[in-house]
């Protein structure tokens, strides 16, 4: 009997670094790869569905509008009950920090099954910033008996905790994912990419959804990007707008009406990645867009006032922004006026991944569950 294996993924930003994964099981006779998505995120989700060629085996349908953490809570965990119930895996695989990350574990844990806990070891240590990924995915931490850390300093924060058994450090995903989409030849589907000119132009891809920078936090930021389009007659901004009411608010008040400011649906990843290959620099408060960037040669200011993923800081390629408005303005300024400075972030070394993530992750299952003599090598920059 192949080896059940259901992976579980409910957001865009999920399903983007799961992708490859579910592609790795499926190519593997060994596994019977079964995969249930929560649509915590709905159109986003299905467009990397689409691009990945993937057709979940269960679908819960959760989302709902100005949907709360409780409303998304609860439904996954009264949906995963039944599919569990029905399935009976053998282990499950949820990614990194959502809701749906969370909920899969311990749903998972109330029927005894084993969970394997993919982009493991990422920290802050201050539990309301991110929120609430920060808590979601320390609490997968302990309810998860298998862990894809994607850099070793995730595997000593891991060790921090006292988990160090089932610990494997393989690179992210999101590298094996950008192997797929970036092509020199690509052509946009949203037509005003195709337009823009990202020779003589400097183009700079913005991203702000996070719920922790709702508020004054968000205000200052949009600011901040405004005054670097009006006082930069060489800057486009790109902003593709999350789908957030909050946000979307937010951004129609303090950026709209700007003929070099474009806000734009959200993109497809083909399109996101293909944009940031092409973009000068990347300002966002996004986890993903900062280990995607440094693989692209691009640098990434952080609009955030710490991040988890500091590996890139100490390479050099990303920089915490904060989230004040004269702070980020003068950052945003530097990297548009500092030849020097911007190509020292440019050129360092990407600390992420090499493209074998799931290769590795999908061994060390194999390996763990006895159907694999050798341990899977490790990554390492």
Known sequence: MPLKVM???????????????????ESREEIKSICCITAQHREMLDDVLRLFDITPDYDLNIMEARQSL?????????GLEEVFSRER???????????????????????????????????????????PEEMNRTLVGDLAELHFCPTHANRRNLAREGIENGVFVTGNTVIDALKTTVRPDYTFRTDLLNT??????????????????????MTNIMRALRRLAEDFPQVELVYPVHLSPVVREAAQTYLGGHER???????????MHNLMARSSFVMTDSGGLQEEAPALGRPVLVLRRETERPEAVAAGTVLLAGTEEETVYAHGVRLLTDPEAYEAMARAVNPYGDGQACRRIVDGILWKKGLRRQRPDEFSV
């Not at 993924?9 to 983007?16: D, I, M």
């Not at 053998?90 to 749906?100: F, I, N």
């Not at 400011?261 to 399109?271: A, N, R, V």
């Open 70 to 78: 409780y409303t998304i809570t609860s439904k996954c965990l009264l």
């Open 261 to 271: 400011i474009h806000l734009i649906e959200p993109l497809t990843p083909d399109e």
């Open 89 to 131: 895996p053998d282990l499950v695989l949820v990614h990194g920090d959502t809701s749906t990350t969370f909920s899969g574990a311990l749903a998972a844990f109330y029927q005894k099954i084993s969970v394997g806990h993919v982009e493991a070891g990422l920290r802050t240590w201050d539990k309301y910033s991110p929120f």
């Open 7 to 25: 992976t579980i993924f409910g957001t865009r930003p999920e399903a983007v670094k799961m992708a490859p994964l579910v592609k790795e099981l």
């Open 196 to 217: 823009l000119d990202y020779e003589g132009k400097r183009v700079i891809l913005v991203t702000c959804h996070r719920r922790e920078n709702y508020g004054q936090p």
